[in-house]
């Protein structure tokens, strides 16, 4: 299962979110949660203590991985964009 939420860079991702995705997992599946912004101390903790099969990805990650891969600007990660994705 997938979730994604584009909020603002100072609105976090809490435990209402991420339960939801939670709940919709069933025997032997696993969720991806992904964010423009970051997770909360909170829901993080309990994605974790818990053991759920939950991939938690945010912002700062999304930017490592295009940074890692060469588009370092938000030009070079535009043309990337137009040119796999139109």
Known sequence: ALEAKCYAPHTSVGVR???RLIS???NRQFGVF???SY???QAYREVR???HP??????KDIADLLRARGYST???VRKWLEASFT
Not at 54 to 59: A, D, H, N
């Open 17 to 19: 979110d991420v339960s």
């Open 24 to 26: 919709r997992l069933r």
């Open 34 to 36: 992904v964010t423009t």
């Open 39 to 41: 997770f909360n101390d």
């Open 49 to 51: 203590e818990d053991r």
């Open 54 to 59: 939950v991939v938690l990805m945010c912002g």
């Open 74 to 76: 938000p030009e070079q």
